[in-house]
């Protein structure tokens, strides 16, 4: 089984500046990664994932990720943030090679940014 | 445009009443899902359906029931035996994870636009 922690459930952060979402991972097997983004009233958008590859990841609207493998986790990024990303950001994971296992998400971490 | 339609984006009930809410998908997609969620409770599972005529209980289904006749529509009837109804409510899809094409198989969700349950 899996299980996603992210670490802050609020981040205020003023416009312009840059902010860290933090997302931790435990899984036995190796898994995919992601990111969600949740705007008022609306669905959950992928924002980036990470499947193989480079460890660096970069997704939608200017945010990018990083995969630690040996800290399991998987940290959202942006350098600058604008009012406009002020919404309600998600991890997740999935098995790799597990029939019929699904996403495990994480609680969410709502990023508000202030003027 | 490929995609997830939800229906209706907002309803009213009153306590007591059945009430369905629509989830219909044009993108081929085998698996589809209904979640909740309430305020600072992230997202919680309560039925999923891998293949037509066939679905599974998440961790939430007391209340709740689906059917699955198409590919294409998994609805999903919150009945009067749910004590706490009033919440968003979000219909996903996805390849199916079975089968021998792990490249295509991340398990990637795609997400409807949600519908807000309020019970009066």
């Known amino acids: 089984a899996q299980s996603v922690t992210q670490l802050d459930s609020q981040v205020p952060v003023f416009e312009e500046a840059p902010v860290e979402l933090r997302c931790n991972y435990s899984?036995?097997?190796?898994?995919?990664l992601f990111w969600y983004v949740q705007y008022p009233n609306q669905g959950l958008q992928l924002l980036l994932k990470?499947?193989?590859?480079?460890?660096l990841v970069k997704g939608i609207n200017g945010f990018e990720a990083e995969f630690n493998k040996s800290q399991t986790s998987f940290h959202l990024r942006k350098p600058s943030v604008h009012i406009s990303d002020t919404a309600e950001y998600f991890c997740?994971?999935?098995?790799?090679?597990?029939?019929?296992?699904?996403?495990?998400f994480g609680g969410g971490t709502r990023l508000m940014v202030k003027p | 445009d490929g995609g997830i339609t939800q229906s209706p984006k907002y309803l009213f009930r009153k306590e007591g009443q059945n009430v369905t809410l629509s989830c219909e998908q044009n993108?081929?997609?085998?698996?589809m899902y209904w979640y909740r969620q309430d305020p600072g409770q992230g997202l919680r599972l309560i039925y999923y359906?891998?293949?037509?005529?066939?679905?599974q209980k998440g961790d939430i289904a007391e209340g709740y029931s689906v059917s699955r006749e198409k590919k294409e529509s998994f609805p999903l009837t919150v009945t009067s035996a749910q004590k706490n109804p009033t919440a968003f409510y979000l219909c996903?899809?996805?390849?199916?994870?079975?089968?021998?094409?792990?490249?295509?198989?991340?398990?990637?969700?795609?997400f409807g636009e949600g519908s807000r349950l309020t019970v009066l």
């Open positions: 993108l081929n997609h085998d698996a």
């Open positions: 990470y499947l193989s590859g480079s460890t």
């Open positions: 899984s036995s097997v190796s898994v995919y």
């Open positions: 359906s891998q293949i037509v005529n066939d679905f």
């Open positions: 997740a994971v999935s098995p790799l090679f597990n029939a019929g296992n699904m996403l495990t």
């Open positions: 996903a899809s996805s390849i199916s994870r079975g089968g021998l094409f792990w490249g295509s198989n991340t398990g990637e969700l795609f």
